[in-house]
Nanobody, 113 residues
């Protein structure tokens, strides 16, 4: 099982980024997927989840209306589109497969002017 996040970087407040998580080593289309984040000095927190088929999504209240989780089962990839970014969104973002108890290594998002 391998999960590889990409797409992080430095962005100004109000900007946008799209994170990707490429999955391999398992039947991706059979598993729900989740994004978490961990800000400096804080605990890791749930951000968003998507069902195996993509028809059901959930978000933490702080990102509702700004972030969108999606997936492409043909490409074995889950995405996190982030808009209207705020400095408090600065964190390492992790992809997680709950059914497999497997984490990616994360990608750093820094929101700063």
């Amino acid at each position: 099982v391998q999960l590889v996040e990409s797409g992080g970087g430095l962005v100004q407040p109000g900007g946008s980024l799209r994170l990707s998580c490429a999955a391999s080593g398992f039947t991706f289309s059979s598993y729900g997927m989740t994004w978490y984040r961990q800000a400096p000095g804080k605990a890791r927190e749930f951000v968003a989840s998507i069902s195996s088929g993509g028809g059901s999504t959930n978000y933490v209240d702080s990102v509702k209306g700004r972030f969108t989780v999606s997936r492409d089962n043909a490409k074995n990839t889950v995405y996190l589109q982030m808009s209207s970014l705020k400095p408090e969104d600065t964190a390492v973002y992790y992809c997680y497969a709950p059914g497999l108890f497997h984490w990616g290594k994360g990608t750093l998002v820094t929101v700063s002017s």
